[in-house]
T-cell receptor, first 114, second 120 residues
Framework: EAQVTQNPRYLITVTGKKLTVTCSQN?????MSWYRQDPGLGLRQIYY???????DKGDVPEGYKVSRKEKRNFPLILESPSPNQTSLYFC?????????????FGPGTRLTVL | AQKITQTQPGMFVQEKEAVTLDCTYD???????LFWYKQPSSGEMIFLIY??????QNATEGRYSLNFQKARKSANLVISASQLGDSAMYFC?????????????????FGQGTILTVHP
Protein backbone atom coordinates (compact mmCIF):
# COMPACT_ATOMS: atom_id res chain seq x y z
CA GLU A 1 0.00 0.00 0.00
CA ALA A 2 1.32 3.43 -1.00
CA GLN A 3 1.80 5.44 2.15
CA VAL A 4 3.74 7.87 4.28
CA THR A 5 4.56 6.59 7.74
CA GLN A 6 5.65 8.54 10.80
CA ASN A 7 6.92 7.42 14.16
CA PRO A 8 6.17 7.90 16.91
CA ARG A 9 2.52 8.85 16.64
CA TYR A 10 2.47 10.35 20.12
CA LEU A 11 5.36 11.65 22.20
CA ILE A 12 5.60 13.43 25.52
CA THR A 13 9.06 14.70 26.37
CA VAL A 14 10.81 17.30 28.48
CA THR A 15 12.54 20.50 27.54
CA GLY A 16 16.02 19.98 26.13
CA LYS A 17 15.85 16.25 25.49
CA LYS A 18 16.81 15.61 21.87
CA LEU A 19 14.29 13.70 19.81
CA THR A 20 13.80 12.47 16.26
CA VAL A 21 10.54 11.93 14.43
CA THR A 22 10.97 9.54 11.56
CA CYS A 23 9.20 9.78 8.22
CA SER A 24 9.26 7.24 5.44
CA GLN A 25 7.46 6.96 2.09
CA ASN A 26 7.24 4.01 -0.28
CA UNK A 27 6.11 5.88 -3.40
CA UNK A 28 9.55 6.82 -4.74
CA UNK A 29 8.66 10.49 -4.29
CA UNK A 30 11.34 13.11 -4.77
CA UNK A 31 9.74 15.87 -2.69
CA MET A 32 9.25 15.56 1.04
CA SER A 33 8.22 18.13 3.58
CA TRP A 34 7.45 18.68 7.25
CA TYR A 35 4.55 20.78 8.51
CA ARG A 36 3.34 21.69 11.94
CA GLN A 37 -0.29 22.35 12.80
CA ASP A 38 -1.25 24.68 15.60
CA PRO A 39 -4.68 26.02 16.61
CA GLY A 40 -5.27 29.43 15.12
CA LEU A 41 -2.10 29.26 13.04
CA GLY A 42 -3.04 26.45 10.69
CA LEU A 43 -0.43 24.33 8.93
CA ARG A 44 2.98 25.79 8.31
CA GLN A 45 5.94 24.31 6.49
CA ILE A 46 9.06 23.66 8.57
CA TYR A 47 11.52 22.15 6.10
CA TYR A 48 11.37 20.55 2.71
CA UNK A 49 13.55 18.42 0.48
CA UNK A 50 13.50 18.32 -3.29
CA UNK A 51 15.69 15.23 -3.49
CA UNK A 52 18.39 13.27 -1.70
CA UNK A 53 20.87 15.58 0.03
CA UNK A 54 18.82 18.65 -1.00
CA UNK A 55 16.99 20.28 1.89
CA ASP A 56 15.93 23.82 2.65
CA LYS A 57 14.05 25.89 5.19
CA GLY A 58 10.34 26.47 5.06
CA ASP A 59 8.44 29.16 6.91
CA VAL A 60 9.18 28.09 10.50
CA PRO A 61 12.53 26.25 10.60
CA GLU A 62 13.89 27.58 13.92
CA GLY A 63 14.63 24.80 16.39
CA TYR A 64 14.48 22.00 13.83
CA LYS A 65 16.90 20.05 11.69
CA VAL A 66 16.33 17.58 8.90
CA SER A 67 18.37 15.25 6.74
CA ARG A 68 17.70 13.36 3.52
CA LYS A 69 20.30 10.65 3.12
CA GLU A 70 17.95 8.27 1.36
CA LYS A 71 15.08 9.06 -0.96
CA ARG A 72 12.46 7.34 1.19
CA ASN A 73 13.38 8.83 4.59
CA PHE A 74 13.16 12.37 5.89
CA PRO A 75 13.59 12.54 9.68
CA LEU A 76 12.80 15.66 11.70
CA ILE A 77 15.22 16.37 14.54
CA LEU A 78 14.56 18.56 17.55
CA GLU A 79 17.95 18.96 19.20
CA SER A 80 16.71 20.90 22.22
CA PRO A 81 12.91 20.86 22.28
CA SER A 82 11.04 23.66 23.98
CA PRO A 83 7.38 23.93 25.03
CA ASN A 84 6.57 26.15 22.03
CA GLN A 85 7.32 23.15 19.82
CA THR A 86 4.34 21.32 21.26
CA SER A 87 2.31 20.70 18.14
CA LEU A 88 0.90 18.20 15.65
CA TYR A 89 3.55 17.37 13.07
CA PHE A 90 2.95 16.05 9.59
CA CYS A 91 5.34 14.63 7.07
CA UNK A 92 4.22 14.81 3.45
CA UNK A 93 5.58 13.65 0.12
CA UNK A 94 4.86 14.22 -3.56
CA UNK A 95 6.23 13.02 -6.84
CA UNK A 96 7.89 16.36 -7.46
CA UNK A 97 7.76 19.97 -6.37
CA UNK A 98 5.43 21.31 -9.02
CA UNK A 99 1.94 22.68 -8.48
CA UNK A 100 0.40 19.69 -10.23
CA UNK A 101 1.87 17.22 -7.75
CA UNK A 102 -0.35 16.09 -4.90
CA UNK A 103 1.21 15.97 -1.45
CA UNK A 104 0.28 12.91 0.58
CA PHE A 105 0.47 13.15 4.32
CA GLY A 106 1.56 10.80 7.04
CA PRO A 107 -0.74 10.11 10.00
CA GLY A 108 0.77 12.85 12.15
CA THR A 109 2.87 12.93 15.32
CA ARG A 110 1.41 14.62 18.35
CA LEU A 111 4.30 16.07 20.35
CA THR A 112 4.07 17.53 23.82
CA VAL A 113 7.14 19.22 25.32
CA LEU A 114 6.90 19.80 29.07
CA ALA B 1 -2.72 39.02 3.03
CA GLN B 2 -4.25 35.58 3.35
CA LYS B 3 -3.55 33.43 0.34
CA ILE B 4 -6.32 30.96 1.14
CA THR B 5 -9.52 32.06 2.85
CA GLN B 6 -12.17 29.76 4.20
CA THR B 7 -14.90 31.96 5.60
CA GLN B 8 -17.04 29.27 7.19
CA PRO B 9 -15.60 28.16 10.54
CA GLY B 10 -18.38 25.59 10.87
CA MET B 11 -21.07 24.07 8.69
CA PHE B 12 -23.96 21.75 9.44
CA VAL B 13 -25.68 19.47 6.98
CA GLN B 14 -28.35 16.79 7.16
CA GLU B 15 -27.34 13.27 6.17
CA LYS B 16 -27.93 12.61 2.44
CA GLU B 17 -27.99 16.32 1.63
CA ALA B 18 -25.35 18.15 -0.41
CA VAL B 19 -23.08 20.77 1.14
CA THR B 20 -20.72 23.39 -0.28
CA LEU B 21 -17.57 24.46 1.55
CA ASP B 22 -16.20 27.80 0.41
CA CYS B 23 -12.62 28.62 -0.50
CA THR B 24 -11.16 31.70 -2.11
CA TYR B 25 -7.51 32.13 -2.99
CA ASP B 26 -5.11 34.85 -3.89
CA UNK B 27 -2.20 34.50 -6.28
CA UNK B 28 -0.71 36.47 -9.13
CA UNK B 29 0.80 33.37 -10.67
CA UNK B 30 -1.16 31.89 -13.61
CA UNK B 31 0.03 28.37 -12.72
CA UNK B 32 -1.19 26.84 -9.48
CA UNK B 33 -2.93 23.83 -8.05
CA LEU B 34 -5.81 23.77 -5.61
CA PHE B 35 -6.33 20.89 -3.21
CA TRP B 36 -8.86 19.87 -0.63
CA TYR B 37 -7.96 17.73 2.37
CA LYS B 38 -10.10 16.14 5.05
CA GLN B 39 -8.94 15.90 8.65
CA PRO B 40 -11.14 13.64 10.80
CA SER B 41 -11.01 13.81 14.58
CA SER B 42 -8.31 11.12 14.53
CA GLY B 43 -5.98 13.74 13.07
CA GLU B 44 -4.71 12.39 9.77
CA MET B 45 -4.78 14.56 6.63
CA ILE B 46 -6.56 12.86 3.75
CA PHE B 47 -6.31 14.14 0.18
CA LEU B 48 -9.69 14.50 -1.51
CA ILE B 49 -9.47 16.35 -4.80
CA TYR B 50 -7.22 18.46 -7.03
CA UNK B 51 -7.87 21.22 -9.55
CA UNK B 52 -5.18 22.72 -11.75
CA UNK B 53 -5.37 26.34 -12.82
CA UNK B 54 -5.43 25.39 -16.50
CA UNK B 55 -8.03 22.67 -16.15
CA UNK B 56 -11.09 23.54 -18.19
CA GLN B 57 -13.46 21.25 -16.37
CA ASN B 58 -14.31 21.06 -12.70
CA ALA B 59 -12.64 18.15 -10.94
CA THR B 60 -14.76 15.32 -9.57
CA GLU B 61 -13.87 12.37 -7.35
CA GLY B 62 -16.80 10.23 -6.37
CA ARG B 63 -19.06 12.31 -4.11
CA TYR B 64 -16.61 15.22 -4.16
CA SER B 65 -16.56 17.89 -6.81
CA LEU B 66 -14.75 21.15 -7.01
CA ASN B 67 -16.61 24.21 -8.23
CA PHE B 68 -13.74 26.16 -9.80
CA GLN B 69 -14.44 29.77 -10.74
CA LYS B 70 -11.12 31.14 -11.89
CA ALA B 71 -12.18 34.73 -12.45
CA ARG B 72 -13.58 34.89 -8.93
CA LYS B 73 -10.60 32.98 -7.54
CA SER B 74 -12.82 30.51 -5.80
CA ALA B 75 -12.54 26.74 -5.46
CA ASN B 76 -15.49 25.50 -3.49
CA LEU B 77 -15.79 21.87 -2.46
CA VAL B 78 -19.15 20.24 -3.00
CA ILE B 79 -19.97 17.04 -1.13
CA SER B 80 -23.03 15.28 -2.44
CA ALA B 81 -25.16 12.86 -0.43
CA SER B 82 -23.44 13.61 2.90
CA GLN B 83 -22.67 10.73 5.22
CA LEU B 84 -22.05 10.69 8.95
CA GLY B 85 -18.43 9.79 8.21
CA ASP B 86 -18.01 13.09 6.38
CA SER B 87 -17.98 14.93 9.72
CA ALA B 88 -14.47 16.37 9.88
CA MET B 89 -12.36 19.47 9.35
CA TYR B 90 -11.86 20.35 5.69
CA PHE B 91 -8.89 22.32 4.41
CA CYS B 92 -8.44 24.11 1.12
CA UNK B 93 -4.81 24.46 0.03
CA UNK B 94 -2.84 25.91 -2.85
CA UNK B 95 0.44 24.94 -4.39
CA UNK B 96 2.06 27.55 -6.62
CA UNK B 97 4.39 27.23 -9.54
CA UNK B 98 8.09 26.85 -8.89
CA UNK B 99 9.90 28.81 -11.54
CA UNK B 100 12.83 31.12 -11.85
CA UNK B 101 12.72 33.44 -8.88
CA UNK B 102 9.81 31.56 -7.36
CA UNK B 103 9.57 31.54 -3.60
CA UNK B 104 6.92 28.98 -2.86
CA UNK B 105 9.33 26.01 -3.13
CA UNK B 106 6.54 23.54 -3.48
CA UNK B 107 4.84 24.17 -0.18
CA UNK B 108 1.13 23.90 0.35
CA UNK B 109 -0.50 27.03 1.72
CA PHE B 110 -3.54 26.10 3.77
CA GLY B 111 -6.69 27.90 4.75
CA GLN B 112 -7.92 27.88 8.35
CA GLY B 113 -10.35 25.07 7.70
CA THR B 114 -14.09 24.46 8.00
CA ILE B 115 -15.55 22.03 10.51
CA LEU B 116 -18.35 20.06 8.89
CA THR B 117 -20.90 18.29 11.04
CA VAL B 118 -23.30 15.86 9.44
CA HIS B 119 -26.53 15.29 11.36
CA PRO B 120 -28.52 12.03 11.07
Amino acid sequence: EAQVTQNPRYLITVTGKKLTVTCSQNMNHEYMSWYRQDPGLGLRQIYYSMNVEVTDKGDVPEGYKVSRKEKRNFPLILESPSPNQTSLYFCASSLGQQYTDTQYFGPGTRLTVL
Amino acid sequence: AQKITQTQPGMFVQEKEAVTLDCTYDTSDPSYGLFWYKQPSSGEMIFLIYQGSYDQQNATEGRYSLNFQKARKSANLVISASQLGDSAMYFCAMREFIGAGGTSYGKLTFGQGTILTVHP
